[in-house]
């Protein structure tokens, strides 16, 4: 049951958020610009597994995780420059997050 409110939750601030679009775009977008989804699953966790130590992990894999993530967006500066396609771009973001996910566990093993 818990399952299903967590999904309803987050499906309502994502309605929402569009919804207010279409009246205050500035307000929209900043709430989307908000790590939501970090800040529902941490309060999820935390509300299902209690466990304080769990959650801290996970926000501090949250923390590496996410400048780690931009790796993927890095072939697109290039594409124009180096005359690539969008496909080989995306493929090569992909990589780049294969890379990053091996970064990110190694340094969330430091911790």
Do not use: C, D, Q, R
Not at 12 to 18: G, K, T
Not at 46 to 60: C, Q, V
Not at 69 to 84: D, E, H, I, Q, T
């Amino acid at each position: 049951m818990f399952f299903f409110l967590k999904i309803l939750f987050a499906a309502i601030v994502i309605a929402f958020a569009s919804w207010l679009s279409g009246k205050k775009p500035e307000l929209s977008g900043f709430i989307i610009a908000l790590p939501l989804a970090s800040l529902m699953a941490l309060i999820f966790s935390y509300l299902e597994h209690k466990n304080p130590e769990t959650s801290i992990t996970f926000a501090k894999s949250i923390l590496v995780g996410v400048p780690v993530s931009y790796l993927f967006f890095l072939p697109f500066f290039f594409a124009k420059s180096l005359g690539m396609n969008f496909w080989l771009i995306y493929t090569i973001g992909i990589g780049l997050l294969i890379v990053g996910f091996f970064a990110h566990k190694y340094i969330v093993s430091l911790f």
